[in-house]
């Protein structure tokens, strides 16, 4: 599946930015689980957030909980993560990626994930 991740930019301590993992016309997000991941600047690619294919199932990193949230509309092919409360050290490049799940399951690592979208850029300034 193509995915297609936007929403990302400049913002300050404090602020708000919605992040959106869309498919390319033609896919569906039906049956996959997506995940939220990124990477900062010297540092390795790590989980933010996930959600199953039914939406039944979340995760949050313990530094974002309480602060972002993923949810995800099948009807428009896209999961959505709203983060509030952004703090500098939410910096980083926003990456979506997706895997096949028949319902319920979380999947909290890169290597869990086979497709993946081109990333988005975060900055929060202090």
């Known amino acids: 599946v193509q995915l297609q991740a936007s929403g990302g930019g400049l913002v300050q301590a404090g602020g708000s930015l919605r992040l959106s993992c869309a498919t390319a016309?033609?896919?569906?997000?039906?049956?996959?689980?997506i995940g939220w991941f990124r990477q900062a600047p010297g540092k390795g690619r790590e989980g933010v957030s996930c959600?199953?294919?039914?939406?039944?199932?979340?995760y949050y990193e313990d530094s974002v909980k309480g602060r972002f949230t993923i949810y995800r509309d099948n009807a428009k092919n896209t999961v959505y993560l709203q983060m509030n409360s952004l703090k500098p050290e939410d910096t980083a490049l926003y990456y979506c990626?997706?895997?096949?799940?028949?319902?319920?399951?979380?999947?909290?690592?890169?290597?869990?994930?086979?497709?993946w979208g081109q990333g988005t850029q975060v900055t929060v300034s202090s």
């Open positions: 016309s033609g896919y569906t997000l039906d049956y996959y689980a």
């Open positions: 990626a997706a895997r096949a799940d028949r319902g319920g399951g979380e999947y909290r690592y890169p290597s869990d994930y086979d497709s």
């Open positions: 959600i199953a294919s039914n939406g039944g199932s979340t």
